[in-house]
């Protein structure tokens, strides 16, 4: 299996031999030369992981090379072999942006030199899936502004969102907690009517019984202690827009009895006051209880399900949909790069393994928060590695490894095509690379694609 690509640049021809066939021992792809300016040219045309230079040649010193080379190039790394007489030049290259230098004569048998070349073009690939990602996430986006997704689940969630959306009618969303119900409510409130008008969001667990009502519909000036002005309720502020009550199995049941009334007569009374109030406003409401359940149960007013549940939506929980996970990875990462004002580069293929290996009882919402703390822990210009997850993570990959020998038949099924959905995702499709990041034989990987019945062309980007 190909380690990697590296151009070899050279004015003795010698060296550029014995560094070809050195190094294709080893597993890499090499191209030489002995012209820096040749070298640029083939470098805007091919891809490369790796730039082993010469610090010393003529028409052009290794240092003018990789200037040259950064000016449309910031990925494939650069090591500057050098004399000891110049070392003071390679230390000025990677104020520019080298990798790092080796001095010369080159001993490849000491293992420090291969431990340089493999970290150098380790960090060009780590960039250029990061920089795929980015890609992705950009051209993955939907249309709908707030919903990151590459899952056929959601996908078919969000045209349900453009059909609806339009409409008045009252829609229920189902999820459990943070899988992003508020986010789904907010897409349909963008995409409606109502868009310029208020959207307010309210946590009916959050709400205390006693002002339940007074916050919802508002109150008169003296109709409870405390109350020593009029004030207008969530529902009349949001006069003309959007309303989500999020958790609304949460509501006492007498509190229900005035919601519905509220939803056929399309007005409210504010508490201590008889005069009714009309009010324009589109219902959203979200949980994640059983309310059929509560229904048989007695706690939950059946009319008022009947009333809410116009149009019903579930969310999907991210365990069942793990290839949104490197999209929502790096969306987090912009999210809190410019919230801290930091510059983490992206995130290194060990740690998304260990994230889309999770479980995420929290769902996206703790993925954000494993995120931001991993931003805050990781170095300005470097990238979240496994030493900056939340401990549990990395606890759970250990307890509950994902090699399919340990788990059952039917589950490993569901988990392989998650997952060779994300490595598939990752590479764009290609196979190869796909290969190298499961850590697996290319034929393996071909076998498994077929077993699954994976067609990896579905994730090329078409040109």
Known sequence: MEKGRIIIVDDEEDILQSFQVILEEEGYSVRTTSDAREALDILKKEDFDLVLSDMRMPGMTGEEFLIELRKFNK???FIV?????????????MKEGAFHYITKPVNFNDPTVWKLIEEAVEKA?????????????NTMKSDIKFIITNNSAMSNVIEFIKK??????????????GVGKELVARAIHQLSQRKDRPFIAVNCANLSRELMEAELFGYKKGAFTGATQDRKGILEKANGGTVFLDEIGEIPFDMQAKL???LEEKEIRRVGDDKPVKVDVRVITATNRD?????EEGSFRDDLYYRIAGFKIEIPPLRERKDDIPLLVNHFIEKYNQKYQKNIRGIKPEALRLLVAYSWPGNVRQLESVISKAIILADDGEFIDETHLDPEIKLSAEKFPFEYSKAKKSYMEKFMKTYLGVILSITGGNISQAAKLAKIERQSLQKLLKKHNI?????????
């Open 81 to 93: 072999m050098t004399a000891y007489g110049t070392i003071e030049n390679a230390v000025r290259c």
């Open 455 to 463: 067609d990896p062309s579905k994730y090329r980007k078409q040109a």
């Open 164 to 177: 609806v959306a339009p409409f008045d009618n009252t829609v229920l969303i189902y999820g459990e907690s």
């Open 260 to 262: 519905l009334r509220f």
């Open 125 to 137: 690939k780590i960039l250029k899936e990061n920089i795929k990602l980015k890609t992705e996430l």
């Open 291 to 295: 309310l059929k359940k509560m229904i």
């Open 75 to 77: 990925i494939t790394s």
